[in-house]
């Protein structure tokens, strides 16, 4: 079973471990070396971005983060072991994070914009519903839109 709990300043030596590794570079790669950038980053915006450690069976295992801004909502998130990737986990995380997010009241359309080049991650997003919006993509980032739950 896949839970998620608030981002605390507990997590963030983890988390800075986690944007160090190989998979996460190419597509990740904030530049944050020390745990104390991770912090300056990660505690911003609490007003317009919810922060969450997802965890399967009480083991940390992933990363997401939920915003609005501007008038858009949207989904970032990453599975923190590159072990994981491929086998199904990814979806299933996110699939778990939209009902979270609908538990919570959420009900806005929700949009990612992964690297054009992040082909696994947009199959992951296919999975869950989301569609490609080509007039919102650009030159390196493949736009989608997951619809607005029905009231």
Not at 39 to 47: G, L, T, W
């Amino acid at each position: 079973m896949i839970t998620f709990r608030i981002l605390e300043p507990k997590d963030y030596p983890m988390l800075r471990e986690w944007l160090s590794r190989a998979h996460m570079k190419p597509w990740w790669d904030e530049g944050y070396d020390t745990v104390a950038q991770v912090a300056a980053s990660y505690s911003r915006n609490p007003a317009t971005t919810w922060r969450f450690i997802a965890e399967q069976d009480g083991k940390d295992i992933g990363y997401l983060q939920y915003w609005r801004e501007r008038g858009l909502a949207g989904v970032d998130q990453f599975l923190a072991d590159g072990e994981m990737l491929g086998n199904g986990l990814g979806p299933e995380t996110l699939l778990a994070f939209i009902a979270h997010l609908e538990n919570m009241g959420v009900k806005d359309p929700i949009t990612v914009d992964p690297h054009i080049e992040n082909t696994r991650a947009i199959r992951c997003y296919e999975k869950c519903g989301f569609i490609h919006d080509p007039m919102r993509s650009t030159k390196t980032t493949y736009f989608m839109e997951r619809p607005a739950t029905a009231e």
